[in-house]
């Protein structure tokens, strides 16, 4: 009565079937991160070392570290992320929370989505024209930043709305019926529960600017350097440029130096990420509901 | 508040008094001239079937309502003998007069002590009340609602790890601190098991008296247990209002006895 038929046989191979589809599919995925990994770390590894990351490049960016690049790198993803963070929370916060659902807020709504799929090249040029120019802000960490921001803005604005829409309404409602304000709902309810949504926005954010290239190169950021910059209104060296420079533009390169510099942007890029979700799986762990 | 006016709101009759009140959702009509007078410090159940506008009323006495945007509602609508509706009213006001009680649980994710005091610091005007004054408060807030002994020890716990009663419990607690007048309660105990709905009955019927109860419920049973007046509603319209005893025993109208004895849905 309860032995396998031949339907439940053929029922089962073919879920089987589908099961190992979808793994490799999931392998696939993760393949190019591995072998990309894996590639920069075989070729790259050896060049790194405190000297490496701590003194600036010499004979002509063939020999020396990538200090400045490094360092001018933190500078423009700090300053974007001071301007686009609190901008776009602020933004999310209006959109999810007071805008009236009509049109003219569908077309912001439309307009930020959009705003997503401008190619950076576009932003730098925007850069250019608005910061760099009009400002007099010149090429500068300040207008570098600015144009970083801008160009990651759309990202934070999404991210932080759904994270703040994804808080039950059953909690506002609670609030507003205790005579809350809508402000006091946000600040003692709504954000705390939304901080986690929030900080994925903020770490996708930092991922793009820290790699970003054509947005800061002509706004902001340099060739080659041979200081530190003092304040904001200075140019500065940045890892991605660098990495662009070194592996095309100049002559007689050892090949390890690229990979090198390559290797400690991702380094970068995920030790960043991994502090933010660290982070953000604790403030999880926190919220229950 | 001067003592003339003391003595005029506690001559009132009618924590809430309705005329010909009407509410659409955008051009859909939900209530249909809606006279009601509601009794102070007694409770009031309304019934009816699925909607018929009962949770549509009670959203609108406390102006819940319009936070939907596309609501209108035209009519009067006194609570305490002054017009919630007035031009120069302050919706803060209203809500602190107010309290209402959901039909799912919806305590905040705060510890439980956060959540009694909430509404008490969201209107305390400049000083922010001592711990000592917030502990009382809270205790008394839970006495009142006889969850104390259960989570007295674990006050700083979260709230949404309580069970579904004592998180009905504590949200009937959570409004007593701010004073209100009214309590309106939609479907307080369709989330509860048998007990729980028991426990909540009992503590609903314990608040009688200080405070003008209105509540919704789908259950005749606890209508006729648990109400003194009671307001049958069919399709936007008030059908009946009477005596909870004279409603079920000698119902006037046809639509009231079919409901009653459970011929609609
Ligand atoms: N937010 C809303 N938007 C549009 N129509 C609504 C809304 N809420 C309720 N209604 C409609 O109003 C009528 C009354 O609903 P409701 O007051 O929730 O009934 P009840 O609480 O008696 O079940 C129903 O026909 C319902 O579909
Ligand atoms: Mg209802």
């Given amino acids: 009565m309860f032995e396998i038929s031949e339907l439940n046989k053929r029922n089962q191979k073919t879920q089987k079937l589908f099961q190992i589809l979808f793994l490799m599919m999931t392998l696939m995925l993760i393949a190019p991160v591995v072998i990309i990994l894996g590639t920069l770390i075989y070729k790259g590894g050896a060049i790194i070392s405190v000297d490496f990351l701590f003194t600036a490049p010499t004979d002509g960016m063939t020999a020396g570290g990538i200090f400045p690049a490094l360092f001018g790198t933190v500078w423009l993803v700090a300053v974007a992320l001071l301007v686009s963070v609190p901008v776009g929370v602020a933004a999310a916060i209006y959109l999810s929370e007071y805008a009236p659902d009509n049109w003219l807020t569908r077309i912001i709504n439309l307009a930020i989505i959009n705003l997503a799929g401008v190619p950076s090249i576009v932003h730098a040029l925007f850069g250019v024209g608005a910061f760099v120019i009009f400002f007099k802000f010149g090429t500068s960490i300040l207008a570098a930043s600015l144009t970083l921001a801008i160009m990651t803005l759309p990202v934070v604005i999404v991210a932080s709305k759904e994270s703040l829409q994804a808080v039950p309404k059953a909690f506002r409602e609670a609030c507003w019926n205790m005579g809350a304000t809508r402000w006091q709902t946000i600040r003692r309810v709504v954000l705390p529960n939304a901080v986690s949504g929030i900080l994925t926005g903020v770490i996708l954010e930092v991922s793009r600017t820290t790699g970003e290239t054509a947005p800061i190169m002509f706004t902001g950021a340099a060739f080659f350097l041979p200081f530190l910059p003092q304040s904001v209104f200075d140019q500065t060296m940045a890892l991605s440029l660098h990495l662009f420079v070194v592996s095309t533009q100049v002559p007689g390169v050892p090949d390890e130096l690229p990979y090198g510099v390559a290797l400690v942007l991702i380094g970068m890029v995920l030790l960043m990420n991994s502090v933010s979700i660290a982070f953000r799986m604790y403030l999880r762990g926190q919220k229950k509901w | 508040m001067n003592t ?204 009688r008296g200080e405070y003008t109860i209105l509540i919704v419920t789908h259950n005749m049973a606890q209508a006729r247990r648990a109400s003194e007046e009671c307001i049958f509603m069919l399709m936007g319209k008030v059908i009946e209002h009477t005596a909870t005893e004279a409603m079920f025993v000698t119902p006037e109208h046809k639509e009231t006895a079919d409901y009653i004895e459970g011929r609609y849905g």
């Fill in chain 2, 4 to 207: 003339t006016a003391e003595n005029v709101s506690s001559q009132i009759d009618y924590a809430i008094h309705t005329d010909a009140l009407n509410l659409w959702y955008g051009t859909f009509q939900a209530l249909f001239d809606v006279n009601l007078d509601i009794k102070q410090g007694i409770i009031t159940s309304l019934i009816g079937p699925s909607g018929c506008g009962k949770s549509t009323f009670l959203r609108s006495v406390n102006r819940i309502n319009e936070r939907l945007g596309y609501v209108r509602t035209e009519g009067l609508i006194e609570v305490m003998g002054q017009n919630v509706y007035n031009e120069n009213v302050e919706l803060i006001q209203v809500r602190k007069q107010i309290g209402m009680v959901f039909q799912r649980p919806n305590p905040l994710p705060i510890s439980i002590r956060d959540n009694i005091i909430f509404g008490h610091k969201l209107h305390s005007e400049g000083r922010k009340p001592s711990i000592s004054e917030q502990d009382d408060i809270i205790e008394a807030a839970l006495r009142k609602v006889l969850l104390w002994d259960q989570v007295k020890d674990r006050l700083n716990s979260k709230a949404t790890e309580l069970s579904l009663e004592e998180q009905q419990k504590l949200c009937i607690a959570r409004l007593l601190p701010v004073k209100p007048s009214v309590l309106l309660m939609d479907e307080p105990c369709s989330a509860l098991d048998p007990k729980g709905t028991e426990a909540v009955e009992e503590l609903i019927w314990d608040l």
